[in-house]
């Protein structure tokens, strides 16, 4: 199958190893990356792939697990091209494998105001749409005026933030369409102000939240409660399985202390959902999210 690919003007790499490119620095391999050069090279590879062969999307890798099997068949990654960024004095262009951090660095450096309140946040666009990335008090949706999107068979589509009706961490794209841009609500504003909230928030990140070989929160706050209060209160903020532990700066992050596989991942957190519901009642959801073949 992997033989009678399509003709691309991106590139194509074979046998990938996400151990590379995951922040927790697990997974097996890929069959294939696509990384598409612009909207038509990704029609194109969709509309003329091989009957049978899969496709799954990540962005920046930043909140993603891919298991030890690795991944079958073709991963798209929108990240080493598909990155303009157009600003304009009431809105912002911005294709969905653009950096976010990049995107929010762009805009205060322009004096404009759009997602600034979201820096520290490491993935790309596309992937901070399909998850409705947010801190407490502003999500993306709260920015995001309309994106654009192309199914699993090449077929374009558009639609704005209240299509979409996003909900708490789930960006409610529809199931099999890639996220390739969107449009983002801004404003002028102070560059000095911009810079002030940016530092103020980088600040407040990095004295609650660890650095290191991590994906960001490990499971989604429940309505009204806060995901590591549960964890902590049900005793799991010092657990562990091989190399992969539970923060001790904060108990929703996930790290990897040096040669973690995937399986310890998955194994941690299904014995910390499994604790969590025995002490509180209350089954924890991923926001992690999980690909690949164990």
Avoid at 2 to 25: H, S
Avoid at 68 to 79: K, T
Avoid at 114 to 143: D, H, Q, R, W, Y
């Amino acid at each position: 199958m992997l033989r009678n690919l399509p003709r691309i003007r991106g590139k194509y790499v074979f046998d990938y190893d996400f151990k590379e490119a995951t922040f927790l620095r697990v997974g097996g391999k890929c069959d294939v990356v696509f990384n598409p050069m612009d909207l038509a090279d990704l029609v194109g590879f969709l509309r003329n792939r091989p009957s049978g062969l899969g496709v799954v999307v990540i962005g920046n890798a930043s909140n993603t697990i891919v298991l030890d099997g690795g991944v079958r068949g073709c991963v798209i990654n929108l990240s080493r091209y598909m990155r303009r960024i157009e600003l304009k004095s009431q809105y912002a262009v911005v294709e969905a494998g653009a950096l976010l951090p990049h995107f929010i660095n762009t805009s205060v450096e322009s004096s404009v105001s759009s997602c600034e309140k979201l820096c520290g946040i490491p993935g790309t666009v596309g992937g901070a749409i399909a998850m409705n990335a947010g801190i407490p008090g502003f999500e993306i949706s709260n920015a995001l005026a309309s994106v654009d999107l192309v199914d699993d068979c090449g077929t374009a589509a558009s639609a704005t933030v209240h299509e979409l009706d996003m909900k708490y961490r789930d960006g409610n794209v529809p199931a099999g369409s890639i996220v390739t841009s969107a449009v983002f609500r801004t404003c002028g504003s102070s560059r000095a102000d911009l810079e002030n909230t940016v530092k103020e928030l980088t600040g407040k990140r990095l004295r609650s939240q660890p650095l290191g070989a991590t994906c960001g929160s490990a499971f989604k706050n429940p309505p009204n409660m806060k995901a590591w209060e549960l964890i902590k209160e049900s005793g799991c903020d010092r657990l562990s399985v091989g190399s992969a532990v539970v923060s001790d700066k904060h108990c929703n992050f996930l790290m990897n202390a040096g040669g973690a596989k995937a399986s310890d991942f998955v194994k941690l957190i299904e014995i910390i959902k499994k604790i969590v519901f025995e002490k509180t009642g209350i089954l924890l959801n991923e926001e992690i999210k999980i690909i690949g073949e164990r």
